[in-house]
């Protein structure tokens, strides 16, 4: 079935071909990018096994629309942060309007479907509506509903803002 995943973190590879094996049952993913025209990408899996498509790469800052035929778990190797090394504090650019939104552990220490916060204290406030994708259906998310590590979520935000998870 159809599920709204996204990625903790930054993938050792982000093309999709790395991200997702040739021999995982996923067929087809969509993100929603509103800085692409027409915002949509997709990207099929095609007889060689390969997905091709306007979605070439995935990363830790849009959330994807995957389909699949079981309920395989998708394992991404996703590098921890090592000693010494400088990076900067994730941040998710969001459009005003809709917008397909991550849930990013900066920790690293979560794993897929950990509770990291409410609703309310991880996404912006210009948050006017949060959708989450239960059994096939788009389901409201309250202010205090938390939201899971690995997840992604239909957010609709009232002026282009900046996530900092």
Do not use: C
């Not at 830790?60 to 921890?80: G, K």
Request: charged letters at 10%; hydrophobic letters at 45%; proline letters at 7%.
């Amino acid at each position: 079935g159809l599920n709204l995943i996204s990625l903790p973190g930054e993938a050792a590879s982000s093309a999709i071909n790395d991200v997702i094996p040739a021999d995982h049952p996923i067929n087809q993913v969509l993100t929603y990018d509103p800085g692409v025209v027409g915002g949509w990408l997709v990207a099929e899996r095609g007889d060689d096994g390969l997905f091709a498509g306007t979605l070439t790469t995935m990363g830790p800052n849009l959330a994807y629309f995957v389909r699949t035929t079981t309920f395989e778990a998708l394992s991404v190797l996703i590098p921890r942060v090592s000693v010494g090394q400088q990076v900067l504090p994730p941040s998710i650019s969001l459009a005003e309007g809709w917008n397909l939104v991550p849930v990013v552990d900066v920790s690293g220490d979560l794993i897929a479907g950990a509770t990291l916060d409410t609703s309310a204290n991880y996404l912006p406030s210009t948050t006017v509506r949060v959708f989450k994708l239960d059994g096939g259906n788009l389901k409201a998310v309250l202010t205090t509903d938390n939201l899971a590590v690995g997840a992604g979520y239909w957010v609709y935000v009232s002026a282009a803002t900046v996530l900092v998870p």
